[in-house]
């Protein structure tokens, strides 16, 4: 059973740039293709981006296109989530998840999800 750890949060100035990583252990995930999500308080989990297992094909929420790259390692079993040009908006706790099966931009598709990391950034 695969178990997720993110790491990398913190609080930054707008326009700043933070990296997140989701370090994968007790399986491995080179076979899954893996999603970033985030979450304010009072909305829903929000689809943030996804990629392939071979990290060819990603695909990315609008608000972040652009700004954001999601990558992977998988001889490291960690996924990536480069953000930069942060906007308060972006402010959320980030999680990422393992895709299982139906639309890969719902939340509902995913699980083992990881216990979030929090990114806030000031005006």
């Known amino acids: 059973q695969v178990h997720l750890v993110e790491s990398g949060g913190g609080l930054v100035q707008a326009g700043d740039s933070l990296r997140l990583s989701c370090a994968a252990s007790?399986?491995?995930?080179?076979?899954?293709?893996m999603g970033w999500f985030r979450q304010a308080p009072g909305n829903a989990r929000e689809f943030v981006a996804g990629?392939?297992?071979?990290?060819?094909?990603?695909n990315y929420a609008d608000p972040v296109k652009g700004r954001f790259t999601i990558s992977r390692d998988n001889a490291e079993n960690t996924v990536y989530l480069q953000m930069n040009n942060l906007k308060p908006e972006d402010t959320a706790v980030y999680y990422c998840?393992?895709?299982?099966?139906?639309?890969?931009?719902?939340?509902?598709?995913?699980?083992?999800w990881g216990q979030g990391t929090q990114v806030t950034v000031s005006s």
């Open positions: 007790g399986s491995s995930i080179s076979s899954n293709t």
């Open positions: 990629i392939s297992r071979s990290g060819v094909y990603t």
């Open positions: 998840a393992v895709f299982l099966r139906g639309m890969a931009t719902m939340a509902g598709s995913y699980d083992y």
